[in-house]
C-alpha cells in the first residue's frame, strides 16, 4: 500500500521543530489531496509565492496542482502566482503585490524561512492569513497554518538507502562519502541534513567531505563535487548523499567529467524530477525521495479558498501542530517515501507523477524495460 498520501499527525504541543515531526499515526486520505470538491461560490484573490524554478516540482507540479484544485472549489477565486527565483528580497517584493493586489491569503513557500517572518506579519497587520507552504516560516512570525512532509524522515530515508547499497551495517564501516547538503537558507535543508546524520552518524561510514548549497544550485553542485574529487581522489570515494536531484545531477556531472563511473557509486536525491527518475532507472543515481505533490498542492488549495471565503479550515485537514520556534502552528503532514528502481513502478509511474512516455524516451528504453515499465 502506498503511503505517500496519509497525513501523519504531529507530536504534541510544545515539541520542538528537532523532534516535531515524529509520526504518530495516519488516516487514508485520497490523492487528490481533499476530499472536498465542486465549486463552493464565492470569490477572492490567493497568493501562490513560490521560492523557485532550477528545481522543476514547483512548476511543474505545485503550481498546475494548486491552480487546478482552487479553480475547481471556487471558480470565482484567483490565484496570484509568483517565483522568487530563489532570491528573498524579490519575494518580499512579490508578496507586497499580491497584497497590494487585494490577496486575502498568502501561500508562502519561503526563500529564506527567517526573513519571510516579515512578510507573515506584514500580512497579518492587514488581515491576511498565511499558509506556510511546504518550508516553516519562522524569524519570530506566527503562520496561520503549516503544510509539508515530514522532512527529517527525508533525510533519513535518503541515509538508509545509501547505506544499504554501500553494502547494510557491516560492508558501509570505514567507506567514504561525500555529503551535498540543501540551501543553508531553507529551514527544510537544515531537516534532510539533521535526518540524514541521524544514520550516517552512527554506521561507521567516512563523511569525507561536507558542502551546503547555496541556492540548492545544481551547478554549485557540480563545483562542489569536483572540489571534494580533487582533494578526496577520485578513487576515494564510495558513494554521495544529494540533498535533491537537481544537486544529485550536478554531482553526477562532476563524477563522469572526473572519468568516475555513477553506476559504480551511488548517490541520494529527492523530488522526483524526471531526470532524476530518469537516472535512477538507468542506475546513475540510487535513489530518490518521492514526495506526491498533488495532496500538498490540493490540501493547501483547499485551506487556502475557505480562508479566502472567511470560512474555518475545513475539518479533518489540520492534523497536528508544528512548533517553529515561536508558536506551534497548526500543521498538515504528509509521508515522503524511498525510491529506487526497483519500486519506480509501482510509485511514480501507478501515480501517474510521470507518464510511462515522459519516462521511457528512447535513451531509457531498455532501462523501462529492465525496470518492468512499458
Ligand atoms: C525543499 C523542498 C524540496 C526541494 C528543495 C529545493 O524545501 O522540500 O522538495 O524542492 O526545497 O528547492
Not at 486520505?29 to 521560492?51: C, M, N, R
Not at 551546503?212 to 551547478?219: F, G, Q, R
Request: hydrophobic content about 35%.
Amino acid at each position: 500500500m502506498l503511503n505517500h498520501g496519509s497525513k501523519a499527525l504531529l507530536g504534541l504541543a510544545g515539541v520542538t521543530m528537532a523532534f516535531g515531526l515524529a509520526a504518530c499515526g495516519s488516516d487514508e486520505s485520497s490523492d487528490s489531496g481533499s476530499s472536498s470538491s465542486g465549486d463552493s461560490g464565492g470569490s477572492g484573490k490567493i497568493a501562490l509565492l513560490l521560492p523557485e524554478s532550477k528545481t522543476t516540482r514547483y512548476e511543474s507540479q505545485d503550481k498546475p496542482l494548486f491552480e487546478a484544485k482552487v479553480k475547481e472549489l471556487c471558480s470565482g477565486c484567483e490565484v496570484l502566482y509568483s517565483n522568487a527565483d530563489q532570491d528573498a528580497s524579490k519575494q518580499q517584493q512579490q508578496a507586497e503585490a499580491a497584497i497590494t493586489n487585494g490577496a486575502k491569503v498568502l501561500v508562502l513557500d519561503p526563500v529564506d524561512a527567517d526573513s519571510a517572518g516579515a512578510i507573515v506579519k506584514r500580512a497579518q497587520e492587514s488581515d491576511i492569513k498565511v499558509i506556510s507552504y511546504d518550508r516553516l516560516i519562522g524569524g519570530g512570525s506566527k503562520p496561520d497554518f503549516y503544510i509539508s512532509y515530514d522532512n527529517a524522515k527525508v533525510g533519513e530515508l535518503q541515509a538508509t538507502s545509501l547505506v544499504e547499497q554501500l553494502g547494510g551495517t557491516d560492508g558501509v564501516k570505514g567507506k567514504q562519502i561525500v555529503m551535498i547538503n540543501g540551501a543553508p537558507t531553507d529551514s527544510n535543508a537544515g531537516l534532510f541534513k539533521k535526518g540524514a546524520h541521524s544514520v550516517f552518524d552512527k554506521s561507521g561510514v567516512k563523511i569525507g567531505k561536507e558542502y551546503d548549497t547555496p541556492d540548492w544550485s545544481p551547478d554549485k553542485a557540480q563545483d562542489e563535487m569536483d572540489q571534494a574529487i580533487t582533494s578526496l581522489g577520485k578513487d576515494k570515494i564510495d558513494g554521495v548523499y544529494a540533498a535533491n536531484d537537481g544537486t544529485a545531477g550536478g554531482a553526477i556531472a562532476a563524477m563522469k567529467a572526473a572519468g568516475m563511473d555513477p553506476t559504480k557509486v551511488p548517490s541520494t536525491g529527492q523530488d522526483a524530477e524526471l531526470a532524476g527518475v530518469q537516472r535512477v532507472l538507468a542506475g546513475e543515481q540510487g535513489m530518490t525521495v518521492y514526495k506526491a505533490i498533488k495532496p500538498e498542492a490540493g490540501d493547501a488549495a483547499t485551506l487556502a479558498v475557505a480562508l479566502v471565503q472567511g470560512k474555518e479550515a475545513p475539518s479533518g485537514l489540520v492534523n497536528g501542530k508544528q512548533n517553529n520556534g515561536t508558536a506551534d502552528i497548526p500543521a498538515i503532514i504528509y509521508q515522503p517515501q524511498a525510491v529506487t528502481k526497483d519500486n519506480v513502478k509501482d510509485t511514480i509511474v501507478a501515480d501517474g507523477f510521470w507518464k510511462v512516455d515522459e519516462l521511457c524516451t528512447s535513451a531509457y528504453a531498455d532501462a523501462c524495460k529492465a525496470a518492468g515499465i512499458s
